[in-house]
């Protein structure tokens, strides 16, 4: 047999192979929405039966409840029930004697019990709820009122006649116990319904409760953050917190404007699962997303990935998509790697669907729900939420409008500008003062200005002036070229002004959320990295000009404190070429912003390499570091650069990516580690010094 016929033979094999994969998989996707259809039914199925307990309890007929719903009231025995109190509920008496003419054990009344919960949490929070009013709702089920009438009081008060039924279910249980107990007087039967109700109810209750207060927390937390937004609006407040710097209060600028209301009713309204880094962008979002398309990415999206879906949830601008992979995306490798292929390919998909690539826009991200595994007795060890193979928490999907970017405005606003400009012009201004500082203890620059007021000398100070400016350009150059070549957006740098080496660098917000960890990692050290390896050669070749320069006179003079540890010598100006202190002034630049603290490029390094939440740890413990620093030595930079930090808002930690799961390898960690020890030794004193910087 010929080479071609071995190839002919291998590539009918492969179709033939390619062929049954396909058949496969549409017979696995069949069984899945089979299986998907089945438990579905069953679920209606058991809702019809605990609403049909419900409306048997209530004496409701089918046609008197289609009725009373159409009408805003309510059908008991026949009788107009239109009065909203938990007095129209039937007596206990009259819920046991409908409880035995229909046989109600405990397990249908278990059933009623939890959709009665079910429904009475949707009246609070859910899209027909007090707290989330619309026009129109998919309810389904039984009805105790007019979900069509759109009062607030009308529907808390539906509430409290849930609560009220749910109250007297257990006193009717109560006495059914009390029956069984003095029928059977003479032999050991416990008095087990009433508890178990019970329970279950203050379960649920419970569960409900801190689930309304969490979402309440999330605002209140939040407020607390910028007392000067408290006369803004919601919107105002959310959008702040998205911008990078500034009071974040304009919004005139936006296309599409959303109510204050509805900012604070999402913000209130915020599930556990949607994580906060992405909770303020969903909350100031003007699109909303059908059901549909939530729907549309299970069945179209998901399937074809790799990512076995077992749950899901929505609200109106975001979902979340729980599962796992499947076998096939599992493979040979890593668990991470698998997890990344998959959603690469979820992305291209996603790319290519007609409904969806326009709309939706999808993280990667951990089970913000996911409890830490616990030992439970012992011996047995019980696992928090979705992941009983790892110790941290399993990937989800999280889906929101296309739409939303770090950055909602079109452009800035008018206080954030004029900020800006602020800034600029005091940049230029510390970094004149820090070139003539420089030069203010060499006598012959004295002379020449004070003596023999000839301005003209000043001149002989614009290279450090340049050069302070240039490694400032090339540090924002870095983040440019980084940005650029992985597609990631960067606002306009803002200049921050020091009053001790003329800059501390700028602020660069990103205007795009980065694909990935690595990607935030390369960007951020890019900026750093650049004016960290041209400070160190400035430094280097300032030094080797100066100890073989001929003309020391004409160099500027700084104090010998500087490089030196003896306090007696100190104060001994001594000469030093102009390139030292520009790479003197660029180390510290670098230094400070390498610090792991919230948007710093150090902050940015520090969520990629360790992930959100030690990053969130490490930036605390360096604030309160810089603090304590601050208040225990003589570092003016501290001071300075601490408070720049809380006015500008860079405490913050900053957008997500839209990878959050897959980590940025153990070389980049090591380059962070390095960077930062070097940032640290730039910045403490030499040992027996008078002091830092």
């Known amino acids: 047999m010929s080479k071609t016929d071995d190839d002919n033979s291998a590539c009918e094999r492969a179709r033939q192979l390619r062929e049954r994969a396909k058949a496969l998989r549409l017979e696995a996707i069949s069984a899945e929405q089979a299986l998907r259809n089945k438990v579905q039914q069953q679920k209606d199925a058991k809702n ?54 229909n046989n109600l054990g405990i397990d249908k009344l278990m059933n009623v019990v939890e959709r009665l919960h079910e429904r009475e949490t949707f009246m609070i929070m859910g899209p027909e709820g007090y707290l989330s009013r619309q026009e129109s709702v998919e309810g389904g089920g039984f009805m105790l009122g007019d979900y069509e009438n759109n009062s607030l ?28 107990m003095s029928t059977y ?22 569960r409900r409760d801190a689930l309304v207060q969490r979402r309440i927390n999330v605002l209140m937390n939040s407020a607390q953050t910028d007392e000067k937004n408290k006369d803004g609006t919601v919107e105002d407040y959310a959008q702040s917190s998205i911008d990078g710097i500034g009071d974040g209060l304009n919004t005139n600028n936006r296309g599409k404007q959303i109510s204050g209301e509805k900012v604070m009713k999402r913000l209130i309204e915020t599930p556990a699962w949607l994580p906060t880094s992405l909770a303020a962008f969903a909350a100031t979002s003007s699109d909303e997303i059908s059901p549909t398309y939530w729907k549309m990415i299970k069945s ?45 390919n979820m992305q291209s998909i996603l790319e290519n669907h007609v409904e969806l690539k326009d709309r939706i826009q999808l993280f990667l991200v951990d089970d913000n729900e996911w409890l830490p595994p616990f030992v439970n007795d012992g011996n047995r060890k019980a696992t928090g939420r979705g992941n009983t193979n790892d110790n941290s928490p399993p990937p989800v999907i999280i889906a929101l409008a296309k739409s939303i970017v770090p950055e909602q405005e079109t452009e800035r606003g008018l206080a954030n500008k004029s900020l800006a400009v602020v800034s600029m012009l005091l940049t230029a201004f510390t970094t004149i003062a820090y070139s003539l500082s420089s030069y203010a203890l060499n006598p012959t620059f004295f002379n020449s ?24 350009v090339l540090h924002e150059a870095g983040h440019i070229v980084g940005a650029k070549k992985h597609g990631v957006k960067l606002g306009l ?30 960007v951020a050290i890019a900026g750093p990295g650049v004016s960290i390896l041209v400070s160190l050669i400035l430094l280097i070749y300032g030094l080797v000009l100066t100890v073989t320069s001929q003309s020391l006179a004409s160099f500027p003079m700084v104090p010998a404190a500087m490089m030196k540890s003896s306090l007696l010598i100190g104060f001994i100006p001594v000469p030093i070429h102009p ?65 720049l930090i809380i006015l500008s808002k860079q405490r913050f930690s900053d957008v997500p990516c839209i990878d959050e799961v897959t980590t940025v390898g153990e070389h980049r960690v090591y380059t962070f580690i390095a960077l930062v ?16 910087i």
């Not at 009231?73 to 409880?99: K, W, Y």
């Not at 074809?304 to 493979?331: M, P």
Request: neutral net charge.
């Open 48 to 101: 019809r039966e605990a609403d049909r307990c419900i409306n048997v309890l209530l004496g409701v007929t089918a046609s008197s409840t289609i009725e009373g719903a159409r009408q805003g009231q309510i059908v008991h025995g026949g009788e107009d029930s239109s009065a909203r109190s938990t007095n129209s509920i039937p007596t206990a008496q009259t819920l046991v004697v409908r409880m035995k003419e």
């Open 153 to 180: 009081e009308y529907k808390k008060e539906e509430v409290e006649r849930i609560s009220g039924l749910l109250d007297r279910i257990l006193e009717a249980v109560a006495l059914l116990d009390q029956e069984k």
């Open 185 to 206: 007087q003479n032999e050991n039967i416990p008095s087990e319904w009433a508890s178990k109700l019970r329970v279950r109810v203050a379960d649920l209750r419970k």
């Open 300 to 344: 179209d999206l998901l399937a074809d990935s790799g990512f076995v879906c077992s749950s899901w949830d929505s609200t109106d601008v975001a979902a979340v998509f729980r599962g796992r992979l499947s076998r096939a995306a599992s493979g040979e490798q890593s668990h991470e790697h698998s997890i990344r292929a998959m959603f690469i």
């Open 449 to 472: 200005i004070v003596n023999d007021s000839d301005a003209t000398a000043i001149s002989s100070c614009l290279p450090i002036f340049v050069g302070v400016l240039a490694v400032l």
């Open 493 to 522: 740098p803002v200049p921050l002004p020091s009053l001790q080496v003329g800059t501390f660098g700028s602020i660069t917000p990103l205007r795009s959320f980065p694909p990935s960890r690595a990607v935030l990692f390369d």
């Open 579 to 643: 390139f030292f202190l520009i790479g003197l002034a660029g180390l510290v630049m670098s230094a400070v912003n390498m610090l792991p603290i919230g948007r710093l490029d150090g902050g940015r390094a520090c969520m990629a390499a360790f992930g959100r939440r030690v990053a969130s740890s490490i930036s605390f413990l360096s604030l309160l570091m810089l603090a304590i620093y601050s208040f225990t030595s003589l570092s003016g930079i501290a001071v300075f650069w601490g408070s």
């Open 677 to 692: 020890a070097l940032a640290l030794l730039t910045l403490s004193p030499y040992p027996g010094g008078i002091g830092p």
